[in-house]
């Protein structure tokens, strides 16, 4: 069945861009420790008020998570380039989403753990309480991965060819950004307030449309930016 | 037809390829038939290796068509990808995958079984290294696993460009073994070649690139009488 193929194919996509990042140590360890690293500058600067630093401490996460995520994303077309290995994987048959899928799940994966690191980081570093919103506050933690990870894949590919993609890609990536960060850590700061406003559900919808458009136009955009 | 299947395997007309303003194909016309593998020689930028890229659906053309199989190389992409074995200039591995990890990831993309993986390794010399790292290779043993990704499923045509480079004489010796058989079974190849020794026994015929044109084709058997062009003619 054709489904049954498509789905093999994005496995062995996912399974083998996240072994070949974790076996090349550099990749996970950096990326997970540049992430790290912005969490203590930032929390560094704000200085001891208890209070400012739970303020601050969504942002914070967020920010450590794009930067250390563009990383992660340019990484993962880079394996194909290094070793010349993008023609043979554009040459195998079947449809070219699943290749971007492969890739989308692999990212899911490898940003969704250095997340989590960061989370307990940054929860230790900012003191911050977990209120009884917590379950939501994942939720959106997860919606705001996939945003994340969708455009970063995207635009990792079609940076990929390119001689300047370490430049190109914050360029391209950060201002599509604008909208699921403001959204992911606007509705993380209610819900850690208690959402006494009741304002991280609009916030939360904005997200989800987001990801829903975005996941529709990167898998229809993805055979055309490749084959460029 | 015979059979139901076209006699050629290949069947490119007027084949133009432009890269930003400057064309490295020009109106390149040839077929290569079922049963027969063909050289495909010229100098270095004469267009060998984007003849074989736009056979095997890497590239899209500006100009002409193209049919493998009787499949449209345009149209037709994806279905195409499922007859066509295309061996690129570089090996095409990861080098932090082992051999037999290179050739499982490769099996899962080609829907090829494990007991494939295996066979593979083993014909072609490296199942006594298959739990190592590819990183550790030499550029001859990562040829030969390239080798063993290509015969994995028995693809109906190859593409190959420079498929001896880096090879000694036993894997010169695999490499047109592999041909022989993907030939004799009825499928067809197309080889990019500098040298066309390593290949002569190997092949039917060739045909001569320079600038983006065919300048030459030779008759059967290049061993013998290759100085000898035949005028083009379509």
């Known amino acids: 069945m054709a489904w049954r193929d498509d789905w093999r194919r994005v496995r062995a996509i996912a399974r083998k861009d996240l072994t070949t990042e974790l076996r090349a140590k550099a990749g996970f360890n950096s990326v997970a420790a540049l992430g790290v690293t912005i969490l203590v500058l930032l929390g560094l600067a704000l200085g001891p008020d208890a209070q400012a630093l739970r303020n601050a401490a969504v942002g914070a996460v967020w920010v450590a998570t794009l930067f250390a995520g563009v990383l992660a994303f340019n990484r993962s077309f880079q394996v194909e380039l290094e070793s010349g290995a993008l023609e043979p994987l554009l040459q195998y048959p079947g449809p070219r989403w699943t290749i971007f899928a492969g890739k989308l799940l692999g990212n899911l994966i490898f940003v969704t753990l250095m997340v989590a690191i960061l989370v307990t980081a940054g929860v230790v570093l900012f003191g911050v309480r977990l209120t009884a919103g917590w379950p939501s506050l994942l939720g959106v933690l997860a919606l705001g991965i996939v945003g994340l990870v969708v455009l970063g894949t995207f635009y990792a590919s079609m940076a990929s060819r390119s001689r300047a993609r370490e430049v190109l890609l914050p360029l391209l990536l950060f201002p599509m950004l604008v909208p699921v960060l403001l959204a992911a850590t606007t509705a993380s700061k209610a819900l850690l307030g208690g959402d006494l406003m009741h304002d991280a559900g609009a916030w939360i919808r904005l997200l989800i449309a987001y990801d829903l458009v975005f996941l529709i136009a990167t898998f229809i955009a993805f055979e055309h930016v490749i084959e460029a | ?234």
Not at chain 2, 85 to 102: F, M, Q, S
């Open chain 2, 1 to 234: 037809m015979v059979n139901g299947q076209p006699e050629r395997a290949i069947d490119v007309s007027g084949l133009g390829k432009r890269f930003g303003l400057r064309w490295v194909l020009r109106g390149v016309s040839f077929d290569v038939r079922c049963g027969e593998a063909v050289g495909l020689l010229g100098p270095n930028g004469s267009g060998k290796s984007t003849v074989l890229r736009i056979l095997g659906t890497l590239l899209t053309p500006n100009a002409g068509t193209g049919f493998v199989n009787g499949l449209d190389i345009v149209r037709d992409a994806s279905r195409v990808r499922g007859q066509v074995g295309y061996l690129a200039h570089t090996p095409g591995l990861y080098d932090d995958l082992t051999a037999r990890e290179n050739l499982r990831f490769a099996a899962d993309m080609l829907g090829a079984s494990s007991t494939a993986v295996e066979g593979s390794l083993e014909r072609v010399g490296l199942a006594h290294v298959a739990g190592e790292r590819v990183r550790g290779f030499s550029a001859g043993m990562q040829r030969r696993l390239a080798l063993a990704r290509l015969i994995l499923r028995s693809p109906r045509v190859l593409l190959l460009d420079e498929p001896y480079s880096n090879l000694d004489a036993e894997g010169v010796e695999l490499m047109n073994s592999i041909l022989g058989s993907v030939v004799g079974s009825g499928g067809a190849a197309l080889v990019a070649l500098h040298e066309l020794a390593p290949a002569r026994a190997a092949l039917a015929r060739t045909l001569t690139l320079a600038d983006g044109r065919i300048e030459a084709r030779h008759s059967e058997r290049p061993g013998r009488d290759h100085a000898t062009p035949i005028p083009v003619t379509r």
